[in-house]
């Protein structure tokens, strides 16, 4: 009886087939639950994710800057090399938020604590679980994002008014992040291969343009380097905390919000296949 009780609402979700198959509406649902597992127990790692790049800011920004001198931007501008870098920081803040909820966060529920068995057992469907963790990875990445943006505007790196509008290009970028993270998550099986995000992050963390221009690579290394979702991500903020606009920022905008669709989609199909087909 208890077996045939919990399976009814997924069989009949795949009788029903179409969108209501994989949506109802209960993503928040799954966003509260995390909220929750993190305010019981999580939430040391949650504010120590916070101070990564910040003491990165303190070190490389004005310890390694005082050294490096100022930094002179495409437009003939010259800004003080702790302004050059924190935008960059500040990028991958939100990154780093996003990412390590929608991987090792996920996994661990996939694999270990079999939550997700136990989600599509109920009327929640799989867009809903891949909608409700992203949004909470995203809502880790823009705490992240407000607190390192808060400490840039005390120490006066935030250069031109539009710095405000960092914020929402930050939760864009964790959204990103979060969705594409989520959908590799989804295929891996071991510990071992969770590495590999490791293996992924670092180098896109050190050579996305975030601690010095672009322009000192190779060009051949410049085109790889610009298909980087980081340097996307920090070319946009970089651009907006400096006042150096252009039109190319639509191009970065455009790129994350490809990651998005393509990692929702990715996500859904993935966690059907995997727990209702």
Do not use: C
């Not at 935008?87 to 996920?106: F, I, K, Q």
């Not at 891996?188 to 343009?209: C, E, G, H, Y």
């Amino acid at each position: 009886m208890t077996t045939t009780a919990t399976t009814r609402p997924a069989e009949r979700r795949r009788s029903r087939g179409g969108v209501r198959a994989l949506y109802s509406g209960n993503a928040g649902a799954v966003v509260e639950r995390g909220l929750r597992a993190t305010r019981s127990g999580n939430w040391v790692i949650v504010l120590s994710g916070f101070f990564e790049p910040v003491f990165y800011l303190l070190a490389m920004g004005y310890g390694l800057g005082t050294f490096v001198g100022d930094v002179t931007m495409e437009s003939g501008e010259t800004i003080s090399y702790a302004a050059f870098v924190a935008p960059a920081l500040l990028a991958v803040s939100a990154m780093n938020g996003a990412v390590y909820d929608s991987t090792w966060n996920v996994f661990f529920k996939m694999h270990f604590g079999k939550i997700y068995d136990a989600m599509l057992a109920t009327s929640i469907g799989p867009l809903d679980v891949a909608l409700g963790e992203i949004s909470y990875a995203l809502l880790r990445g823009g705490v992240y994002a407000l607190g390192f943006l808060t400490v840039m505007q005390v120490m006066g790196l935030n250069l031109a008014w539009t710095a405000f509008l960092s914020l929402p290009a930050l939760l864009l970028i964790a959204f990103g992040f979060a969705s594409v993270g989520m959908a590799v998550t989804s295929y891996m099986k071991t510990f071992q291969q969770m590495d590999w995000i490791n293996f992924v992050m670092l180098p896109m963390f050190l050579f996305s343009a975030t601690f010095y221009p672009l322009t000192v690579y190779p060009e051949a290394v410049q085109w790889f380097i610009k298909a980087l979702p980081l340097w996307h991500g920090v070319e946009l903020v970089r651009g907006l905390t400096t006042g150096e606009l252009s039109p190319a920022m639509w191009g970065h905008v455009a790129y994350f919000v490809g990651m998005v669709v393509l990692g929702v989609a990715f996500t859904t199909t993935r966690l059907r296949a995997l727990f209702l087909d």
